[in-house]
């Protein structure tokens, strides 16, 4: 079967590998659509840690159901997802419930291959029934999980003031659940477009700009002085999570979703005297999961309308480094293999 392979940074071979072996406790998938995420990105450009090549990339994936030696309750040519986290379910995470920060954790297409391919085989307790969702609604349940965890995580409360730092694909999902969880939501970001999309498809109705804005006075006006009691991060850019301590609440809660190779270097008086909640939120769990195929199936949230660039997965190689260019106004982009 054919597979895209990243040999290492900046390099992309189109390969034929053999097809999955099926094992007992596994499906195989017949992979029909693979979202493009910020970490595929980073492992192009070399930026993404905890990741090794060659790889085959993809991890937010929809797909179709093929066989199984199981009982999966699962038919042939049946549409569903997966949580793409293979987790031990020995470790303490992972006995308490916290398989998404499980020590040994394996994310498909980070640390083993993933679904730039034609099929896959997946353990079986990792499925998701698709309850009506189209496969690209499924292909964007991943990402979406990611923000949804991470608002769970902050337990945010009706009314609250919510900064988003970052308006890619996880800071939009994560703006979505703030919003179903009732924030007044203020979003920043450096790219005009971006935060013009948050106002007309998200109905943000505060957006700053911090490339061109005093972000500082921005929120203050916006806010009445007090500044947002929750900020999360979405950028996985050092700068801008080391810089954005500055902009919350005394008592607030900084949850960092997005993720960066180096240090977090925040000044400790600033720290201490907000006695700030510090966070991070990785991946995401089944709940998260369920929640976010209800929200889609509720008409909660659009996912498809984040989907900006759609190719065939042949066309993959010639225009994964255009997405790269910010000019490219690249939101989500989504490759189909049917």
Known sequence: MKALVCLKPG????TQIEEPRLQPGYSMLKIKRIGICGTD??????TQPYFNYPRILGHELAAEFVTSNDDTGFSPGESLTFI??????????????KTNCCSSIQVIGVH???????????????????????????????????GAHGVRR????????????????????TIAFAKIARAKVIVTDMNEDRLKFCKE?????????????NVTQRLQDITSGDMPTVIFDATGNQAAINNALQYLAHGGRYILIGLQKNELIFSHPEFHKRETTLMSSRNATRQDFEYVIQCISNKGIDPLALITHRVKFEEVKNVFEQWLDPASGVIKAIVEND
Not at 11 to 14: A, L, P, Q, R, V
Not at 163 to 173: D, E, M, R, T, W
Not at 203 to 211: D, K, L, R, Y
Request: charged share 20%.
């Open 41 to 46: 990105l980073h492992a192009y450009r070399g």
């Open 201 to 213: 498809q998200l109905n943000v109705e505060h957006t700053i700009n911090a490339s061109t804005e």
């Open 154 to 173: 902050a337990d945010i409360k009706a009314g609250e003031f919510v900064l988003v730092s970052g308006a890619g694909p996880i800071g939009l999902g």
């Open 84 to 97: 793409p986290y293979l987790s031990c379910k020995k470790c303490i995470a992972c006995r308490s419930g």
């Open 112 to 146: 083993t291959d993933g679904g730039m391919t034609d099929y896959i085989s997946i353990p079986n307790d990792l499925l998701l029934k698709s309850k009506g969702l189209s496969y690209d609604e499924l292909a964007l349940v991943e990402p979406l999980a990611i």
């Open 11 to 14: 390099e992309f071979e189109y």
